[in-house]
Each structure stands twice: as structure tokens, then as C-alpha cells.
């Protein structure tokens, strides 16, 4: 599997969690859950995705500066082979998709209509 490294941050050892890009989408190796699809980030490694781009998977906030983002399980030993992996950590991949959505008051910009404030 072709990874890039695109960032890491967030612990004490080897300041993982971590993101990559692949082919088809981002690797993202996170702290350890009681579920195999769901890895635990911090959400400074957000803002390491490539431009434009965002993570295609619900991300769920713990309320203590982390998220838990759902995606496929990474078990190949020649992927895993390439990473420096913690003992309390795993590697899941999820699709990137391209941004274009950029908020409701960006897209009123664009129309270039500024609705009128009643009194």
C-alpha cells in the first residue's frame, strides 16, 4: 500500500496518533478501542488532511479533545511493516472525499445575496 505521511501529534511516545494518505483515501492510526473498526485521534490531526479534502466517516466527539472515527481495519503485515505502532494503538483506513461545502453563509457569497435583517 502507497502511504504518504502527512502528520502526527497527540502523545507522549513517538507523538502518534498519525494520517497518511492512500490511494484510496487517508490511514489513520489512532489510540485503541473495544471496537476493531474504531480508532480514538486527537483533533489537532484534522488539520493535517490535504486541502480540500475531508474525512468520509462520522466522526464522534468525546468531549475530552479527542475523536472516534469509523473505518477498515488495516491487519496486513506489510502495511503495518511500515509504521511505528504503540502497543495501545491500530491503523484503520478511511475514504477521503473532496470538499465542497464550505458552510451556509459561504454559499450566500457566492450567490452574492445578503438576506435583508428585519427589525
Known sequence: MFLKFL???????ND????YATEQGYLVQGWVT????TVEIPHLLLG???PRTFLDSALRDTG???????GRPITD???LGKLELAEDEAVIEVPKCERTF???????????AVPAVSQ
Not at 7 to 13: A, H, N, W
Not at 34 to 37: I, L, N, Y
Not at 64 to 70: A, H, I, K, Q, S
Not at 104 to 110: K, T, V
Open 48 to 50: 493535517f488532511l490535504e
Open 102 to 112: 464550505y458552510g451556509a453563509a459561504a454559499a450566500r457569497r457566492l450567490v452574492g
Open 34 to 37: 473495544d471496537r476493531a473498526d
Open 77 to 79: 503485515a506489510e502495511t
Open 7 to 13: 502528520g502526527k501529534c497527540g502523545s507522549q511516545v
Open 16 to 19: 502518534c496518533p498519525s494520517l
Open 64 to 70: 475530552r479533545g479527542t475523536f472516534l472515527v469509523c
